[in-house]
């Protein structure tokens, strides 16, 4: 039961970094956002009508956020052992840039090539992932191996 809560505590954490994150390169990236030749892409949770989203949008952001961070932490429970490095630091940071490589990189690759958005949005959205994967693999690795190393499995 531990290793549950851990796993949740963990991604509770992942999703408000991601939050953090994202509100930081939302105001970088808001002539994008703001742009009216792109307000047809925007989905309508985020942009019901022209203007700044609504306060639902920002539950919904969390939520999808914790999920993505529960799932996060659910893999590295499978694989962390696997993941090269002596420390949750190094471990983590690993983690977070294979998942980036492999999770990522290529969804990015595919936006670019299906939907008509501006290549520099897309770029910050690269380096806001990898900033969000690198800080939620050392904290979802410090929590997961903590966890481990206490009931010595790490």
């Not at 953090?20 to 105001?27: D, G, K, M, P, R």
């Not at 983690?95 to 969804?107: D, E, H, R, S, T």
Request: glycine residues 12%.
């Amino acid at each position: 039961m531990q290793k549950v809560a851990r796993i949740i505590g963990a991604g509770i954490l992942f999703g408000i970094i991601a939050l953090i994150v994202h509100w930081i390169f939302a105001f970088v990236g808001m002539d994008y956002y703001m742009d009216p030749t792109y307000f047809p892409v925007w989905s309508k949770l985020m942009m019901p009508t022209a203007g700044p989203p609504p306060v639902s949008f920002l539950y919904y952001s969390l939520s999808f956020n914790i999920l993505s961070g529960i799932l996060f932490a659910l893999v590295y429970t499978v694989i962390g052992s696997c993941v090269p490095g002596k420390q949750f630091m190094s471990r983590g940071l690993m983690y977070g840039f294979l998942v980036f490589l492999v999770g990522a990189i290529p969804g990015y690759l595919a936006l670019y090539l299906l939907i008509n958005l501006p290549t520099g949005l897309i770029a910050l959205w690269i380096v806001e992932s990898l900033i969000i994967y690198l800080i939620g693999g050392m904290v979802v690795a410090k929590l997961i191996s903590t966890y481990l190393f206490l009931r010595g499995l790490g």
